[in-house]
């Protein structure tokens, strides 16, 4: 499996501020390996982010995007010590999920 999400969150007046690193390879399907051959697409298609199981934030992803996906965002509502779960499913079935308290 995959290494940890990497999530900081930290409230700054009423908005919570959530920066996560997500460790993944995200081969688009494009590249050629040494030996010639196209090395298939691999690529985080859904991220989700919960706080106390409400949906704050959530995306589908193509093959565009890099590897080890930085993304951030905010939010209104979180409290110093709630915790933020970050959940991403690839188009290989992989999925993961992260949690961390918010600061």
Avoid at 40 to 65: C, D, K, L, N
């Amino acid at each position: 499996m995959t290494e940890a999400t990497r999530i900081r969150a930290q409230v700054q007046g009423d908005r919570t501020i959530v920066r996560a690193l997500l460790a993944h390879e995200m081969e688009s399907g494009q590249r050629r390996d040494s030996a010639g051959r196209i090395v298939p697409a691999w690529f985080i298609q859904h991220v989700q982010a919960t706080h106390e199981g409400r949906v704050v934030m959530s995306a589908y992803w193509g093959t565009a995007v890099s590897k080890n996906p930085f993304v951030q965002f905010s939010f209104k509502g979180g409290k110093p010590g709630d915790k933020l779960a970050i959940t991403w499913v690839d188009n290989r079935g992989a999925k993961r999920t992260d949690e961390a308290a918010i600061a």
